[in-house]
Nanobody
Framework: VQLQASGGGLVQAGGSLRLSCAAS????????MGWFRQGPGKEREFVAS????????YYADSVKGRSTISRDNAKSTVYLQMNSLKPEDTATYYC?????????????????WGQGTQVTVSS
């Protein structure tokens, strides 16, 4: 399983970004997908997740109401739309896959990880 994250960049506070994560895997629709982030000097933390069927989504309190996770199983891609970005959103964002289709906020539940994409929000 290979995950390729993209879409990061430098944006001003209040701006928006859409992250993408393309998966090279058979039966992508079986996998639960998550986004995590790691800021400078911080531990990696949960951002959002979506189960294999996409019927529900889950968010960290810090991004709830400002972010939307979605998936396109036909394209084997998961997205993270982030709006009203804040300087504290600055981090490397990672996508991850859970082969059991779950939506855990625990990073240990994910078997596969992408390389990360950098998001920098200026004030």
């Amino acid at each position: 399983v290979q995950l390729q994250a993209s879409g990061g960049g430098l944006v001003q506070a209040g701006g928006s970004l859409r992250l993408s994560c393309a998966a090279s895997v058979r039966a992508f629709s079986n996998y639960g997908m998550g986004w995590f982030r790691q800021g400078p000097g911080k531990e990696r933390e949960f951002v959002a997740s979506i189960p294999w069927n996409g019927v529900r989504t889950y968010y960290a309190d810090s991004v709830k109401g400002r972010s939307t996770i979605s998936r396109d199983n036909a394209k084997s891609t998961v997205y993270l739309q982030m709006n009203s970005l804040k300087p504290e959103d600055t981090a490397t964002y990672y996508c991850a896959a859970d082969r059991f289709g779950g939506t855990s906020g625990n990073l240990d539940e994910y078997e596969y990880w992408g390389q990360g994409t950098q998001v920098t929000v200026s004030s």
